[in-house]
């Protein structure tokens, strides 16, 4: 069987605004995502620092968040320095950061997928179908965390798609299941 490589593609960042203003932020484009900030915000950063590129780049801005978010604006702009938060960045960064080249077989292997979502294989095997013709990426980590991952929708979780599931089934005319 053919293997796909994953280079580690995912860059945190940390921007300022204006004094004590920054944005902590994963993407895959930096300098795409850098122009539409200025563009949409009105605004030209004054600094930026990036760190990667990672693996678990979401991983690594959900830790930077929740070490800061006592200082938390809104959504992710935060009243902190731009030297505490490239700080607290580069000692998250340094501790989880994934730089490793990951090996995956070109076919996703969905037998644990299945066994964690069982006992609605129809509704799993319609998710797996949209999942792989969506170009979806499906991830699990060393705690045994399985992500999926869209370089349109960014990473999300099991649990959430479990949610859209049952979404899904209700709008249907469906029962929520229990977890």
């Excluded at 004094?19 to 539409?36: F, H, P």
């Excluded at 607290?88 to 996703?108: F, I, M, Y």
């Excluded at 998710?127 to 370089?151: H, M, P, Q, R, T």
Aim: glycine share 8%; net charge negative; aromatic share 14%.
């Amino acid at each position: 069987m053919n293997n796909r490589i994953f280079e580690p593609r995912q860059w945190v960042y940390v921007i300022e605004k204006a004094t004590n203003q920054v944005k902590v932020g994963v993407t895959t484009k930096i300098s795409d995502r850098l122009e539409m900030i200025e563009r949409t915000g009105g605004f030209h950063i004054s600094r930026k620092r990036m760190f990667g590129p990672f693996q678990n780049g979401y991983q690594i801005e959900s830790e930077i968040h929740r070490h800061i978010c006592s200082q938390q604006i809104i959504g992710e702009w935060f009243s902190v320095s731009f030297e505490q938060a490239v700080s607290v960045a580069s000692t998250v960064a340094d501790s989880l950061g994934d730089t490793s080249v990951a090996n995956a077989a070109a076919e996703p292997d969905y037998e644990e997928l299945l066994d964690f979502l069982y006992p609605w294989p129809k509704e799993v095997w319609e998710v797996l179908g949209f999942l792989n013709d969506a170009g979806l990426g499906v991830y699990k980590e060393k705690n045994g965390s399985i992500w999926f991952e869209s370089e349109g929708y960014g990473i999300f979780s099991l649990d959430f798609l479990k949610g859209y599931m049952d979404v899904v089934n209700h709008r249907q005319g469906g029962h929520q299941h229990e977890y």
